[in-house]
């Protein structure tokens, strides 16, 4: 009895890690597409906010999904043991990429502004060693703080927010999807910024973040990982300002 009681939920937990797993890698080949078929320019390239924001957009879907799957997948276990919590997941995922979608818009608009100043590359990064060395050392600094601590127990632990009540309704589970984002975001949009270090299309340097993003959620000793990526940001980015 209880084995067949367990069926529909690996089911549906498999069939949501198989939505969750397509939406990443179709993210990842729309970006090295992207990235592929950009030409080499060695002038101003001109800014297309649009582009842009979908860009952004997609890089939020490629880089945050991963280390959000095990908050998303609580679901399957913990919501209503009926019909009416199917969508419940989905939806959490959907408040979760919404506030992703107001970062991105927030790194547009600072692309944007950052282009027209004249202080970014062909590459879509800083030009010069020393504001991208203060990047990263604000960055870096950002990693030992209280807010950087904080925001990112919730994100690692969002069943706290269970505990608090269960989104047993779609309005409910979108606006929980959307607290865990804006808590992924307080804690991880210094290190989103950095995308402005290495390049805004820099596959290489989209990896790295991801994996330090993925690293802080996953790792046991959270604060002792956050704390000394923090030390290595200072580092490098100390090295570029005086170098």
Known sequence: ??????????HERAVLIGCLTLAIVLS?????????????????MPFRPWATLSMWMVMMVGMML????????????????DNTGAT?????????????????????????????????????ALEGNVLAGLLLVAAGAFQWTPWKHACLRRCRSPLGMVAEGFPQTPHRAVGGGFL????????????MALMFVGGVMSLAWMALITLIILLEKVIA????????????LVAVGGWLVLM
Do not use: D, K
């Open 180 to 191: 865990l984002g804006l808590y992924c975001a307080g804690c991880c949009w210094v290190l």
């Open 66 to 81: 991963p280390g959000a799957a095990p908050g998303i997948l609580m679901f399957v276990a913990a919501r209503p043991q």
């Open 1 to 10: 009895m209880l084995a067949f009681s367990l069926q529909p939920l690996r």
């Open 221 to 232: 000793p959270w604060r002792q990982l956050a704390n000394g990526f923090g030390l290595a």
């Open 88 to 124: 419940l997941p989905y939806l959490f995922t959907l408040g979760y990429l919404l506030a992703w979608a107001g970062y991105a818009a927030l790194a547009t608009t600072t692309q944007w502004g950052l282009h027209a100043l004249g202080l970014l590359t062909p590459a879509q």
């Open 28 to 44: 990842w080949w729309f970006l090295i597409r992207m990235a592929g078929g950009m030409p080499a320019m060695e002038g101003p």
